[in-house]
């Protein structure tokens, strides 16, 4: 019995000695000069498990991780409204600033990979490997260029409601022109109207509704409208030039048209960069 009781006991202590069970948390101190050095740190970078060919790559439009030095010299990650704090303790080597959430005194560790000109391009944290993306790569510039051809849309859509109010007559190319826009900006709100859909399904927690039924009606919608987009403004870029010699067009209204053409193309190329171009289901 006694005999038992010792090998327990020192099996016991032999585990918690080399493995111990709680351990005491020691909040790193970050170096005196990383407020200054560490800016090639920061930038963007976008969770990699994702899709890369397929259009289910929008649902990482909510995964945008972002990396910022503040002036204390952490470096501060923020992933969905939360932040973390990591302190430097080798170069491209970072320790959390805050316990493991499990609180049991371990620390969490961030790694970076430069390529061969020394920038940061991939990180690597518990449960993910994000990687660096330009803003062009951005979801905020993707709702930017949305959003603008949103806006341009609604104007062109009240412009030409006015003119005809008025009774203002087009001809020749003036008149394609105008046409086009009319057509590209319902086709922008069709397309908009999709994803704010199924924007709303994720919302409400209906994520069930759109696994099984994927791609679903409204992002299909969605897809031919943005063909239909592309194609109009190539057929827009085509008469800008009748736009600009159209005698009945004032200035006001020569500049949003190409204002609103330049709109249609930088939604097709954020569109693209989001795989909607196309039928990638």
């Not at 952490?74 to 704090?85: D, H």
């Not at 109009?232 to 736009?243: D, N, S, T």
Request: with cysteine.
């Amino acid at each position: 019995m006694v005999a038992r009781l010792l090998r327990a006991r020192s099996r016991g202590c032999f585990f918690e000695h080399y493995y111990p069970s709680k351990l005491t948390f020691v909040a790193p101190q970050p170096p005196a000069d990383f407020a200054q050095r560490g800016q090639k740190y920061a930038g963007q970078f976008l969770l990699s498990r994702r899709s890369y060919t397929k259009l289910e790559k929008l649902a990482a439009l909510s995964g945008v991780v972002k990396f910022e030095v503040d002036e204390d010299g952490y470096l501060v990650q923020t992933l969905g409204g939360r932040q973390t704090r990591w302190s430097e303790v080798e170069p491209g080597v970072f320790q959390s600033a805050e316990e493991d959430p499990e609180g049991r005194g371990r620390s969490r560790y961030l790694y970076f990979y430069e390529d061969e000109d020394g920038v940061p391009v991939r990180a690597s944290f518990p449960a993910n490997d994000p990687i660096r993306i330009t803003y062009l790569q951005s979801p905020a510039f993707f709702f930017l260029a949305l959003g603008l051809a949103v806006f341009l849309s609604l104007t062109t859509l009240l412009g030409a409601w006015r003119r005809a109010r008025r009774g203002l007559d087009q001809t020749g190319g003036g008149r394609w022109a105008s046409r086009l826009a009319m057509l590209a900006a319902v086709s922008v709100l069709v397309a908009a109207g999709g994803l704010g859909m199924v924007t709303a399904a994720a919302a409400s927690g209906n994520i069930d509704t759109l696994m099984f039924g994927w791609p679903g009606n409204a992002l299909k919608t969605t897809v031919f409208a943005t063909l239909a987009i592309i194609a109009l403004a190539v057929g827009m870029v085509l008469l800008l030039i009748f736009a600009w010699r159209e005698p009945g067009w004032s200035g006001w209204r020569r500049f949003h048209y190409t204002l609103f053409t330049l709109s249609l193309l930088m939604m097709a190329f954020a569109f693209n960069e989001w795989n909607m171009v196309g039928f990638k289901f």
